[in-house]
């Protein structure tokens, strides 16, 4: 049998966690991901931040000729 070394799997995606240190500490538990990616969109996903400034609403229906 082979011996596998790693035991954690991607929070994300579910891949196999290689690489230690992308981790996520949460509240409950941390989250370990397999790659920096998953890890900042996990926590774009999970994490509510207020820096939600790209709304592009025009709404000028002012055509009066
Ligand atoms: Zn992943």
Do not use: R
């Not at 992308?22 to 509240?27: P, T």
């Not at 996903?45 to 229906?61: A, R, S, V």
């Amino acid at each position: 049998m082979v011996t596998v070394k790693y035991n954690k799997n991607c929070d994300l995606c579910g891949l196999p966690v290689e690489i230690d240190g992308f981790s996520l500490e949460a509240s409950q538990d941390t989250k370990s991901f397999c790659c920096a990616g998953c890890l900042s969109i996990y926590q774009l996903i999970y994490t509510n931040n207020p820096l939600t400034e790209n709304k592009d609403q025009t709404n000028n229906n002012n055509e009066d000729i």
